[in-house]
C-alpha cells in the first residue's frame, strides 16, 4: 500500500497502486492492506502522538522568477512599491513685523514691483502645470516611463483598490507606460468599478484597453487560489500552504489548534488533542488580493466547515443510530468516523455501504480493524508489524474509534456518517485498477473470503 494511494478503499491522495496480497496477515486480507477478522481488543494504551502522513501535493501551476507589483489603497493613493509612512511638514514662521514701526520709503519701486510680480506669476503657473501633471498623468504620448515590452509580471490588486492605485502599480510593472492612455480606456469601458483584485499576470508594454477588460475579467493566475483535497491531514495541508503561499509549514500548525479558535467557532470544543484534525474543509479557495496569513487560511477553512458541515442534523442523526445500532455518538465521534470512511470508500456507492460495516461492528463489540487510521500513524504503507504495535489509533488492538479524525473528510462522507444504509455486512473488500474492479460488501467471513479469492485468482 503506497503512500500516494488515494481511493482503492483509503484516500490517500495522488494516484491509485496496484495491490499487494502479502502486505497482510490474519484470517482475511484484502489487496490493499484491509482486513477485517473478528479479534480480541486489546485495551487501550498510552501511544507516542502519531505522524501524520506525508503525501503528494496536488498539482498546480506555479509562476517562477517573475516581479509582483501591488496596488496600493484606492483611498490613498501610493507608490505600489513602498510602505506607507507618515508625512511631516514644518512650519517657516515669518520674522515679525513691531506693530507702528515706521517702514523705509522705497524710491523707484514701480520697475522692481513689476519684476516681482511677472516671477511670482510665472512660479505659480509652473507650480499649477507640476500639479496638474501630478494629478492627471503626462500629456498622451509622453511616456512616464521606459517600458522594455515583451516581459512577463504579476501585478496584485487588493481590495478596495481605486483606479489611480490601479494604474500606478501597472506603470510601476511596466505594464503600462502613463496613466492617462489607461483611465480613458477604462472610462470608455465604463469598467472603473469593475475592477476584481486579485493577482494578475501581464506582458509588458501590453495595450491598456487589453489590460482593462483583463482586470474587469479577473484574476488569470493561480497564485490565489488554495485547492485541498478531501482527505488530507492537517500537516499535509499545511505543506500545500506552504508551497502555495510561502508560509511554513510549521507555522501553520502552531497556528492551527483548537484553542485559538474555540472562542468563535463553539464546536471546536470537543477536538480530541486540541487538534484541528478534520475541521479544515476540504475546497478550493481564492484569497486574490489578500494578504495571506496562516490565521486568515484556517479561518477560512473554519467558516467554510461551520457554513456547509453544521448545516446537516447531527441531532436527528445521533437519535437514529442510537436506536439502530445502540451505539452513542456525539458531532465529533461523526467526523472522526466520516474521515474513516473517506479514506477507505472508493465510490459515492461505497460510502453508505462502508459505514453500515463500521456501525454494525460498534454494535456488535468488534474492532473496526481499518488499515487507514494506522496509515495515519505511519505516514502511508502498513505492515503486519505496525498492527502489532500499541496505538490509539490502532484500531485492531483497541475497540471503537480514534481519538481523533485522520483526516479532513469531504462533505458527501460525512453525510455517510449520518445516514449509513441499512445492513448487515461487517466485512467490505475493495479493489479500483485498471486491470481489476471489485466492490464485495459481505455479511459473513465466508463471503468475505470468497471475493478475496476471486481477486487472487484473477491476479493469476
Known sequence: MSSDSPRRGAHF????????????????????????????????????APVTPTRTPASRTVQADVPTITASSATAPRMATTGVSATTARLTESASRHAGAPRP????????????????????GLGAWH??????GADEGEAASEVVAGQEVMVNIPEGSGASSVAQ?????????????????LQRQNAEQSIKPGTYSFVTGADPAEVVRQLVAGPNTTAGILTVPEGLTLERTAAIVEEQFDIPASVFIEQATAQNYASDFPFLAEAGDASLEGFLFPKTYDFSGKEVTADLVIRTMLTQYQNEVLSLDFAAAEAAVKERYGVTMSD???LTLASIIEREAVTEEDRPLVSSVFYNRLHQGMALQSDATMGYVTGGAVTPEDLQQESPYNTYLNAGLTPTPICSPSIECIRAALEPADTNYLYFFIVENESYSDHSFSETYEDHQAAINRWVQAQG
Open 13 to 48: 491522495a495522488g494516484q491509485t497502486t496496484n495491490p499487494d496480497p502479502g502486505s497482510t496477515s490474519g484470517e482475511a486480507h484484502s489487496p490493499s492492506g484491509r482486513r477485517f477478522r473478528q479479534a480480541g481488543s486489546a485495551p487501550s494504551t498510552p501511544a507516542q
Open 105 to 124: 520709503k522705497r524710491r523707484g519701486g514701480g520697475f522692481g514691483a513689476i519684476v516681482i510680480v511677472l516671477v511670482l506669476l510665472l512660479g505659480a
Open 131 to 136: 500639479f496638474r501633471d501630478r494629478i492627471f
Open 169 to 185: 502599480a501597472l506603470i510601476e510593472a511596466g505594464v503600462i507606460s502613463d496613466s492617462s492612455s489607461f483611465l480613458k480606456a
Open 332 to 334: 465529533y465521534d461523526m
